[in-house]
């Protein structure tokens, strides 16, 4: 299974940017999928994750309300749309799947970086 992020770029704060992980190798629908992000020198953290059907999602307290993740399994794409950015959020962001609901993330991509100016 592959994962490839993309989408990132430059932008100020208060801007929107979407981030695509396209999949491939697997069976798409059968993956929770989940985006992660690292900040320079900082450990990386996960943002948001969403249930195969796309019905259970789960965010950051950090971005609640700011980000919503989506999906399309027919594309085998899954989406992050991130909306009222922050310099705090610059960071790479990778995508990862795993299983189940519970487990944890064995699947990881590389990422897309994002860096938010004031």
């Known amino acids: 299974v592959q994962l490839q992020a993309s989408g990132g770029g430059l932008v100020q704060a208060g801007d929107s940017v979407n981030l695509s992980c396209a999949v491939s190798?697997?069976?798409?629908?059968?993956?929770?999928m989940g985006w992660f992000r690292q900040a320079p020198g900082k450990e990386r953290e996960f943002v948001s994750q969403?249930?195969?059907?796309?019905?259970?999602?789960s965010y950051a307290d950090s971005v609640r309300g700011r980000f919503t993740i989506s999906r399309d399994n027919a594309k085998n794409t899954v989406y992050l749309e991130m909306n009222s950015l922050e310099p705090e959020d610059t960071a790479v962001y990778s995508c990862?799947?795993?299983?189940?609901?519970?487990?944890?993330?064995?699947?990881w991509g590389q990422g897309t970086l994002v860096t938010v100016s004031s």
């Open positions: 190798g697997g069976t798409f629908s059968s993956y929770v």
């Open positions: 990862a799947a795993k299983d189940t609901w519970q487990a944890l993330y064995d699947v």
């Open positions: 969403i249930s195969q059907r796309g019905t259970r999602k």
